[in-house]
């Protein structure tokens, strides 16, 4: 075990702390990084005023910008020089080689990368610059406040823009959980380091084919100073084009010799904004150069790790070298520990003070926070502020840090933009340009969309249909300045198979921009083009003729009611009659007389009651009380039968051919779809081939139904919802729909994959859809729909059966059954000394109560 080895000088009473420092020192930026670095210490040191305890020794070595010359001197300062803090390097791929060594030693490294932290890879790792992850943020409101729906990135294939594009798609798609900027990037524009002016020129007229018009640049001055230069010369810095730059130019422009603007009038750039104050002019005045935000990031991250040291005190800053083996094999496994890592990052987490570069500098989660960023404007020789952008508030033309608002992406809080070309309006981003729209040419259904059937394929044409005309509508309501021709469209001859699919997929091969007509949203379809949201509902469905039957069934009268319920009504009738005689027959003449006079007048009764034609008297009470309740249910039961006969009479006659798709799958009947159409895929699953037939028009439909299935014609057809509404509106008496619907999305219009233009059409029709403008189209160029497509409004009325009446009979019966009740006991009663009789059997009593109760009861106020 070696003993501990303690790197710890004493001068003038302060301890001096071995802070390394890796940076190219033959560039500009590195020159000027570390002469602000010792500024900084400069100043630390004489804010003190000589009572500090503490003193950062720097040990300076040069990177030679090189990744193994960064790790190298990297190495060294930990293992020979047992630093206890490492300020640099500069770039991502140096701080890669570097981070690893940093968590094994516990020596904190101070990194000026500025590519977003996206993980805590090590816990000693410092950020002292801020992400572009926040400016991507910022482009993102600016897109969203202009509208723009599309933006092509211009960047270096580089470790930089490896850091900065993942954020770039994320932050086009939301700015935060209320505004969603609803931006795509369509191309990515990758430029090599070294490009030469003819790849930037062959790059750069491919860019000008595109129809997107606002671009984003990220790369240094120098190659973006080349960029757009030849943009200017090929006519990109034109009216029209909106070219944003990010900080990766703005930032370095004070350090490129005679940097000229000229070709880049009307640019938007991002850069990190610096507070005004003291002791940034005071700063300016002593530095006597051009500087810029990285010479103040150092200054104020060696400000901060002075301060953190400072705040740790006298206390040793030590290295372990006790796990150091002389036989290691290799530099790498020979270094030491330090002792006060983890202190010390504790203590740089904590650090918090106002700095040059910003109103707070904080470490926070290891990265400098981006609170502010200004947006500029270049014009002439110099830039001009419009604006700024906070995390808080968003996009702001003026700072207020007391009165934050809620975040905005709004155009009216930035200044006035002078764009490419000196236009007085704001770019739309997209180049105007005609589009060619495709329109089916068909011979049937001319409703939704009819071209001129003789003309020539892929001639410009002037459609006329309810397709057409929303389409027209939803074009004057969008924001893009679009111009657009119609192009016929039409099959090889004797070729029919998937028209519609054809003529769908000639968008994503190019041939057009869009297609409009009576198209059914297709998932299938949708693998390859874009939709917009439905214009119509549809659905497919299936239609059947009507029979021709005028129930001349001479038993049709009997249908009314189901059989159950006849045969409970007569026993009723008979049941009531029986219980109107016992009850009446020892007091009313009228139910008096020969055996067969009472079952007759009985019966007659009872039935009588369905035409309230019964003349006979009824006496008691009981019977009366029966008598009124049988009266209700008789006209109840007499009211629905007419009102059944007169619906089976009258509606019978819409009664469908064939009740169901199974019965035409069963019986092997012929069947057609509208030809072209996605409806072919449908029919042929459930019927054979040969047994399939197509029509194009409406009178060819009803030509095909008026052979029949059995001389060549069809027993059912298959088409959309919209299309038979046109078919039954022009034969209402003829034919009706059966089940099943198949559902659909309906129609709509086709883009190509991503387009803008989609999504914005799509709005439109929310638009029209929310007002009266697609219903009055609908009523204008589609025949008004009098006819209801559920299949079950054009079935005749069902019978009707025992259990819609089944509370009548009981209450009927309940109450007959208490009046006998009721009779029984009071003639028993009566009866009374019959039954005491003694010496005589039980059947002879019973035979005495019969002849009893068959005599006429004296006592009755009826004799």
Request: neutral net charge; proline residues 4%.
């Amino acid at each position: 075990m070696t003993e501990l080895q303690v790197a710890t000088a004493r001068n003038n009473g302060a301890g001096k702390i071995p802070i390394g420092v890796v940076l190219d020192l033959d560039s500009r930026v590195g020159k000027e990084r570390l002469r602000c670095i010792n500024m900084a210490l400069s100043d630390f040191y004489s804010y003190y005023g000589g009572h500090y305890r503490t003193r950062l020794d720097l040990r300076i070595k040069d990177s030679k910008n090189d990744v193994i010359g960064a790790a190298a001197a990297a190495l060294d300062l930990v293992k020979n020089e047992h630093v206890q803090a490492i300020i640099g390097p500069g770039n991502l791929m140096q701080e890669n080689f570097i981070i690893d060594l940093g968590k094994k030693s516990r020596v904190p490294i101070i990194s000026f990368a500025t590519t977003p932290l996206t993980s805590r890879r090590s816990p000693y790792l410092f950020r002292a610059t801020q992400s572009h992850s926040s400016q991507i943020k910022a482009i993102a409101a600016i897109v969203h406040a202009f509208g723009w729906r599309e933006v092509v990135p211009i960047f270096v294939d580089n470790e930089s823009a490896e850091g900065i594009i993942p954020y770039l798609s994320d932050a086009l798609e939301e700015v935060d959980a209320l505004e969603e900027v609803d931006a795509r990037i369509p191309h990515w524009s990758i430029i090599p380091p070294g490009a030469t002016d003819e790849e930037v020129k062959g790059e750069l007229y491919n860019l000008k084919k595109l129809q997107t018009t606002v671009f984003i640049v990220h790369m240094d001055p120098t190659l973006g100073s080349k960029v757009f230069d030849i943009a200017k010369e090929i006519g990109m810095m034109s009216e029209g084009y909106v070219w944003i730059i990010t900080d990766k130019m703005t930032n370095l422009w004070s350090l490129v010799d005679h940097f000229d603007t000229d070709s880049m009038q009307g640019v938007l750039a991002i850069r990190n904004y610096v507070p005004k104050s003291n002791e940034f002019d005071n700063f300016k005045v002593r530095w006597k150069a051009k500087l810029d935000i990285f010479g103040l990031w150092a200054y104020d991250a060696t400000f901060a790790l002075a301060k953190a040291v400072e705040k740790l005190g006298t206390k040793n800053f030590s290295f372990d070298v006790s796990n150091v083996s002389g036989s290691a094999r290799t530099d790498l496994e020979s270094f030491g520990v330090s002792q006060n890592g983890p202190e010390l990052i504790r203590a740089l987490s904590s650090i918090r003070f106002k700095g040059l570069s910003s109103e707070e500098f904080s470490l926070v989660n290891g990265q400098l926070e981006s609170s502010v960023l200004r947006i500029v404007n270049v014009n002439e020789n110099f830039e001009r502020g419009i604006g700024f952008w906070t995390s808080k508030s968003g996009l702001v033309k003026r700072l207020d840090f007391e009165n934050v608002t809620r975040n905005s992406a709004s155009k009216a809080n930035l200044g006035t933009i002078i764009w490419p070309g000196d236009p007085q309006s704001v770019p739309e981003g997209w180049k105007t340009q005609t589009l060619k729209i495709g329109v089916p040419v068909k011979n049937g259904f001319i409703e939704f969309v009819e071209a001129p059937n003789d003309t020539s394929p892929n001639s410009i044409v002037s459609p006329k249909g309810y397709c057409i005309a929303v389409f027209n509508a939803t074009m004057k309501t969008i924001k893009y300045n679009v111009t657009y021709n119609f192009y016929a469209f039409k099959m090889p001859d004797g070729e029919k198979t998937g028209y519609y699919d054809h003529l769908v997929y000639q968008v994503a091969y190019g041939k057009y921009d869009a297609v409009v007509g009576d198209i059914s949203i297709r998932a299938e379809r949708s693998l390859y083009v874009d939709f917009t949201l439905p214009f119509m509902e549809s659905g497919v469905v299936i239609v059947v003729p009507i029979k021709d039957d005028e129930n001349k069934n001479a038993w049709v009268f009997l249908k009314p009611l189901t059989c159950d319920l006849w045969v409970a009504s007569g026993c009723f009738f008979v049941f009531i009659g029986f219980v109107i005689w016992v009850l009446e027959h020892r007091i009313n003449g009228d139910f008096r007389g020969p055996p067969s006079h009472h079952v007759g007048t009985s019966l007659w009764f009872s039935f009588s009651t369905m035409v309230f034609a019964h003349r006979e008297r009824v006496v008691s009470n009981s019977a009366r009380f029966v008598v009124v309740i049988w009266c209700f249910v008789v006209l109840i039961l007499t009211q629905s039968y007419t009102a059944s006969l007169a619906s089976l009479l009258t509606v019978q006659q819409l009664q469908p051919s064939v009740t169901d798709l199974n019965e035409l799958v069963r019986k092997g009947e012929n069947v057609a779809y509208q030809d072209g159409t996605f409806v072919q895929g449908i029919v042929q699953k459930f019927f054979d081939p040969s047994k399939i037939k197509t029509f194009k028009s409406v009178e060819d439909l009803d030509e095909l139904f008026t052979k029949g299935s059995a001389k060549g014609g069809i027993a059912a057809a298959f088409d959309e919802i919209p299309y038979m509404n046109l078919f039954l509106e022009k034969y209402p008496d003829k034919y009706t729909t059966i089940e099943p619907t198949f559902k659909t999305e309906g129609f709509g219009f086709v883009f190509p994959k991503g387009s803008p233009l989609g999504a914005e059409v799509s709005r439109a029709i929310l638009r029209l859809s929310e007002g009266d403008t697609i219903k009055n189209l609908e009523e204008r160029y589609l025949p008004k729909r009098t006819r209801c497509l559920d299949s079950r409004t054009s079935n005749s009325s069902k019978s009707l059966g025992l259990e819609s009446f089944w509370g009548l009979f009981l209450i009927t019966g309940v109450a007959a059954i208490l009046a006998l009740i009721i009779f029984a006991a009071e003639f028993l009663y009566e009866q009374r000394e019959v039954l005491r009789a003694s010496g005589i059997s039980i059947w002879k009593r019973i035979l005495q109560l019969i002849r009893n109760f068959d005599l006429k009861d004296l006592t009755s106020h009826a004799f």
